[in-house]
C-alpha cells in the first residue's frame, strides 16, 4: 500500500488509463478476466491488483487522495452481452443501493480535500436520478442536457467545516 494514494475502485481492463500499471495506483476490481474473454478484442482482461467489492472496501477511512469510481451502468444480466461482458452490469432490483454503497465506500476512503471522479454512462439509468441516489452534489461535468450519454463528474470531499467559504488551506 505505500505510495499508493490513488484507486481505481472497479478498473476492469483500464481501458480508460494512459500508463495502466501507474505505480501510485492501486486497482481493484470484483472478477479476473484472461484474455480472449472478449472475441471483439482478444487483449483485453481484467486483472485487479486485488480481487474486492466496491460496496465494503477492505482500507481505512481516508486512505486515498484520488478515487476514480466507474461502475457498470448497464442493467442486465451477467454475460447476456458483448457490453455486459465487458463491462459488467447493474442489478435490476439492487442497483441504486449497490451504486450509493460503492459512492459511500469511495467517500468513506478519500482523505479531506481528495478528489473522486465518477464516470456514468445514462443509457439504463439517467443521470438525474443517479445524483439523487448518490445524494452529493459534483463540483462539475458535463452539464445537463449534453447530447453526449457518458458523464465525468468531479466531487471533492471538503470537510463540513470549510463548506461556508472560509478555508485552512
Ligand atoms: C465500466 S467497467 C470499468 C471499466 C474501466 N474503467 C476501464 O477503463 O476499462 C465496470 C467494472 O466494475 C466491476 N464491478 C462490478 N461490480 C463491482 C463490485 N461490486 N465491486 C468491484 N467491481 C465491480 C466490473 O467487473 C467491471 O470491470
Request: charged content about 30%; hydrophobic content about 35%.
Amino acid at each position: 500500500m505505500e505510495n499508493k494514494f490513488i484507486l481505481d475502485a472497479c478498473c476492469g481492463g483500464r481501458c480508460f488509463w494512459f500508463n495502466k500499471h501507474h505505480p501510485n495506483t492501486l486497482y481493484i476490481d470484483n472478477r479476473i478476466a484472461e484474455k480472449g474473454h472478449r472475441d471483439e478484442r482478444p487483449n483485453h482482461c481484467v486483472k485487479p491488483d486485488i480481487l474486492m467489492d466496491f460496496r465494503k472496501m477492505d482500507f481505512p477511512d481516508k486512505s486515498f487522495k484520488l478515487v476514480v469510481f466507474d461502475p457498470p451502468h448497464l442493467i442486465g444480466k451477467p454475460n447476456s452481452c458483448r457490453m455486459i461482458k465487458a463491462y459488467g452490469c447493474l442489478n435490476a432490483e439492487t442497483w441504486q443501493d449497490d451504486i450509493k454503497r460503492g459512492f459511500n465506500e469511495c467517500w468513506r476512503v478519500l482523505e479531506d480535500y481528495g478528489i473522486l471522479i465518477f464516470k456514468w454512462n445514462d443509457a439504463s439509468k439517467k443521470r438525474a436520478e443517479l445524483l439523487r441516489i448518490i445524494g452529493k452534489e459534483p463540483l462539475f461535468g458535463h452539464p445537463n442536457g449534453s447530447k453526449i450519454p457518458t458523464h465525468w463528474f468531479c466531487f471533492m470531499k471538503i470537510p463540513e467545516g470549510n463548506k461556508n467559504g472560509t478555508t485552512n488551506l
